[in-house]
C-alpha cells in the first residue's frame, strides 16, 4: 500500500502540477505512478522533470541511460524503477533480456557500454568515492569528462527515484520485475 498518496488522475494532482504532467501524457501516453506521486510537490515534479529533459539532451545514448537505471535500481532494490526500465529498455531502447540481466549485474555485453554501466554502479556502491582507476577505465572505453560527468548525474537521478520509490512504496504500474538485491 502506498504510504504518499498518488492523485488519480491529472486534474486530481496540484493546480501548479497540473501542466508537467499534460506534458508527461503527451510524451509518454501516461501518466506513470511516480510522476502522479511526485506532482505532490510541484516543485520536485519541475526538478525531476527538468533534470531528465537536460539529461537526455546528453551525449550518453538512450540505451546506456536504460543500462544505467537497471543497474541503480538493481543495486538500491527498488522494484518500481526495475519495472519502469525493464518495459522501457524493451520498448524504447530495444535491450533484449539478457542485455538487462548483464546490465542488473553492472554490465553489459556491449564493452561501451559494460564500461559505463560498470562506472555507475561502482559510484553508486561507493557513494562516489571511486579510485583513479575506475576514471581511467571509463576514459579508456572512449568516455570523455562530459560523459563521466552524465553517467554520475544519470546515477544521481535514478538514486533520487528509487528512494522516493521506496519512501512511498509507489504502486508499480509496470510489468512486474523483482530485485535480487532488495535492499
Known amino acids: 500500500m502506498p ?5 488519480s488522475s491529472i486534474a486530481a494532482a496540484p493546480a501548479a502540477a497540473q501542466p508537467m504532467l499534460q506534458v508527461v501524457e503527451k510524451q509518454l501516453g501516461v501518466v506513470p505512478n511516480l510522476f502522479r506521486m511526485v506532482a505532490n510537490s510541484p516543485a520536485a515534479l519541475e526538478g525531476y522533470l527538468g533534470m531528465m ?19 541503480i535500481a538493481e543495486i538500491n532494490g527498488c522494484n518500481y524503477c526495475l519495472c ?21 549485474h553492472g554490465g553489459s555485453m556491449d564493452p561501451k557500454a559494460a564500461a559505463a554501466v560498470g562506472f555507475a554502479a561502482r559510484v553508486a556502491q561507493s557513494r562516489g568515492h571511486v579510485a583513479q582507476e575506475d576514471i581511467a577505465a571509463v576514459r579508456l572505453a572512449g568516455y570523455d569528462d562530459g560523459e563521466i560527468i552524465e553517467i554520475v548525474q544519470h546515477v544521481a537521478l535514478n538514486v533520487w527515484t528509487n528512494y522516493i520509490n521506496e519512501v512511498a512504496q509507489t504502486e508499480i504500474d509496470f510489468p512486474v520485475v523483482s530485485a535480487r538485491n532488495a535492499a
Open 3 to 7: 504510504r504518499i498518496a498518488t492523485p
Open 53 to 71: 529533459g537536460a539529461l537526455a539532451r546528453g551525449r550518453l545514448p538512450a540505451p546506456t541511460r536504460e543500462r544505467i537505471a537497471l543497474a
Open 84 to 104: 519502469a526500465h525493464t518495459y522501457l529498455g524493451k520498448t524504447l531502447a530495444s535491450l533484449d533480456d539478457a542485455e538487462m540481466m548483464a546490465n542488473r
